[in-house]
């Protein structure tokens, strides 16, 4: 799996010109974060007017609850965990979420496809939804999440809330 470099001049264009937009689910104001909240942003909101918006949660599409124990990246991010090289773990426990989040990404997918998305416009941070900085064992890197791995490495260009 490999990441493409886009500019972010680039990523936003191609938001501009999408009909259908895949979203994280938690930016348009759906409850679904790991913390029972979610993360609803005017100006995601705004970016999206006039467009077909396929709203998911990857952790709760693969089976998490709400709310549910934070999960981190141990051992690389995204394009790791496709590779068999990283796990995600919860933050305190440990508990390896992996399969779920995987599950969760490959229903992301699907649904972009179903539905002809070309462009998603994710949750920056998240271990399934961060495109350009994820939490692994605890600190802020480079990287993206699994699901915005999966996404970029079938071509479609991923965007977060904070390229807006
Ligand atoms: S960032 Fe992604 S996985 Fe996390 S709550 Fe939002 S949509 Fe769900």
Known sequence: MTT?????????????????????????????RFDGRSKRSERVLEALEGKEVVPVCPEVGGG????RAP?????GTGV????GRARALEREAGVDRTDAFLRGARLALE??????????LLKEKSPSCGTQRVYEAG?????????????????????????L
Not at 80 to 83: H, M, T, Y
């Open 4 to 32: 493409e470099a886009v500019s972010r001049e680039e990523r936003v264009a191609a938001l501009r010109e999408a009909r259908v937009v895949l979203v994280s689910a938690c930016l348009i104001g759906e409850a679904c």
């Open 64 to 67: 998490m609850p709400i709310p």
């Open 71 to 75: 999960v981190e990246l141990s051992g």
């Open 80 to 83: 790791d965990v496709w590779a």
């Open 111 to 120: 649904a972009a496809r179903k539905f002809g998305a070309t462009v998603a």
């Open 139 to 163: 600190v802020l890197r480079p990287g993206e999440g699994i699901t915005a791995a999966l996404l970029r490495a079938e071509g479609m260009t991923v965007l977060s809330d904070e390229d």
